[in-house]
């Protein structure tokens, strides 16, 4: 049995963001997720797709009450990447950027940006685009600047010929399943987000 990497039990979420059950970046978050498992990590998937899920209103309660005044399932999503170690962000690429789906949850984090309760986690990302450079660097940098802002560490790739986390290709529901180099840098990824999470935290 091959030894594992990380010998602190790091929990490693995957928030897959796209509308489509077990599509394409669902297919390259699970790769990633798979790869901080053999790590050593313990990994959880969560799909926004299917959840009720609303944009933040801006009523800034959270800064009054340190809740978000929305009563739907993101708060529970929220939570679960709080108690992370390390979180994975996967999105497809929709014009250059994430999706509606991964953007809401970014906002709706807001409450826990006043404590700063996300600083010190590790983030990735993971973006797939119907073409090879349909704007998956573009959305990773935008998945990466949240990160940023939360005042958590930010992974690349660590790989001579990616540098800005997963990033696969896909147009059709299951394709990303054929793009080696998505497969191969989601995976990097993955285990790069279960290291230096265990680095930090163990
Ligand atoms: C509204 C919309 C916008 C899109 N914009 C882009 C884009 O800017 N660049 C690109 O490469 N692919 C674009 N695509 C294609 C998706 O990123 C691609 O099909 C991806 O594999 C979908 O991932 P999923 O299977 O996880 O949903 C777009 C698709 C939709 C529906």
Redesign the pocket.
């Known amino acids: 049995m091959k030894q594992k990497e990380v010998d602190f039990m790091v929990k490693v979420i995957g928030i897959?963001g796209?509308?489509?059950k077990n599509?394409?970046?669902?297919?390259l978050l699970r790769e990633a997720l798979d790869a901080a498992e053999e790590a050593g990590a313990e990994t959880e998937l969560v799909r926004l797709a299917g959840l009720d899920i609303n944009p933040c209103r801006a009523c800034d309660s959270c800064k009054k009450t340190g809740e978000c005044a929305i009563e739907d399932d993101l708060n529970r999503v929220v939570e679960l990447a709080a108690s992370a170690h390390g979180i994975i962000i996967?999105s497809?690429?929709?014009?250059?950027s994430v999706t509606a789906q991964t953007k809401m949850f970014m906002d709706r984090t807001r409450p826990l940006r006043s404590e700063f309760r996300l600083a010190n986690r590790v983030g990735g990302a993971v973006t797939?685009?119907?073409?090879r450079?349909?704007?998956?660097e573009t959305a990773c940098r935008d998945i990466h600047s949240f990160f940023l802002i939360h005042e958590a560490a930010v992974v690349g790739n660590a790989s001579p010929t990616a540098h800005y986390g997963g990033t696969?290709?896909?147009?059709?529901?299951g394709?990303?399943a054929d793009d080696m180099t998505g497969i191969e840098t989601a995976r990097n990824l993955g285990r790069r987000v279960a290291l230096l999470a265990a680095r930090i935290h163990g």
Request: glycine letters at 32%.
């Open positions: 897959c796209s509308p489509r599509g394409n970046t669902e297919i996967g497809p690429v929709y014009f250059g797939v685009g119907g073409s450079n349909g704007g998956q696969g290709v896909g147009g059709a529901k394709e990303s």
